[in-house]
Every structure is written in structure tokens, then in C-alpha cells.
């Protein structure tokens, strides 16, 4: 059986010894942890900047420093972060199942097994919602 293009593009890889695949994953992760530096530094510089060309001419107030910029980073994370969401698997199971109860109310209610419906005299489209019979 012959090898696959998959296969090919990791040739180079496969071609390395353990020596070098341990020296290029420890190069590579110190130029991913220097780019995050970098970012990092970046990020602070721009909110300082912005703070200072913004604030003290819209509100009147002093400039800041740099340090001060990432301590006010870090002030509207603690403040606007949202709590209780630290699964973030959880969020779009809760909404299924809150979607799927919702159907199985509307469903129930158009089929008129509850008494009377709020849905009578109307029929369903295409996309599932209920309209008013001429």
C-alpha cells in the first residue's frame, strides 16, 4: 500500500531524533511563550495609550501609567467577568435543554391536549412557527 499525502507532510518530523524533536519542542515553545509576552506588553501599552489620548480630554481626568493600565485591566475582568460560567460545555447544554422543553410546551399547546390553546385557528409554517388561518 502506498503512503498517503497526509503522510508526506510529516516526512521532516518523522526524519528527527528524539534529541531534536525534544530541542524543537522546547524552541518552540519559548518562541510561543515570547509572542505571549510580546502580546501581552502590547495589550497593556494600547489601553494606556488609548486612556491617555481619550480620558483626559472627554472627562478631565490624569493620565496613567503603564502599570496602571494593567491594574485597570485587571480591575474590568473582575468586575464585568461573568460568574458561575466556569464550564464552558454548560452554557449551550443548558440552552438545548431549555429549547427542548420550549418545544414540547409549544407542541403540546398546538395540538390542544392542555384544554384550550392559545395556538386554535392558526397553523404552522414551514419554519415551525404558528400563523393565523385567513
Not at 518552540?28 to 494606556?48: E, R, T
Not at 491617555?52 to 478631565?60: A, K, S, V, Y
Not at 467577568?81 to 407542541?107: I, M, Q
Request: net charge positive; proline share 2%; charged share 20%.
Amino acid at each position: 500500500m502506498g503512503r498517503h499525502h497526509y503522510d508526506d507532510r510529516w516526512g521532516w518530523w518523522e526524519e528527527r531524533s528524539l534529541a531534536e524533536k525534544i530541542a524543537l519542542g522546547v524552541l518552540f515553545s519559548i518562541a510561543g511563550l515570547a509572542i505571549l509576552v510580546a502580546l501581552l506588553f502590547l495589550f497593556g501599552l494600547i489601553v494606556m495609550k488609548l486612556w491617555n489620548w481619550l480620558m483626559p480630554d472627554i472627562f478631565g481626568l490624569g493620565t496613567i501609567s503603564y502599570w496602571q493600565a494593567w491594574g485597570l485591566l485587571v480591575l474590568s475582568s473582575i468586575l464585568f467577568k461573568k460568574f458561575g460560567s466556569h464550564d464552558s460545555g454548560s452554557n449551550w447544554r443548558t440552552e438545548r435543554k431549555r429549547k427542548r422543553a420550549l418545544r414540547s410546551v409549544l407542541h403540546k399547546a398546538e395540538s390542544g391536549c392542555c384544554g384550550s390553546s392559545a395556538f386554535e385557528g392558526s397553523e404552522p409554517t414551514a419554519e415551525g412557527e404558528s400563523v393565523p388561518k385567513d
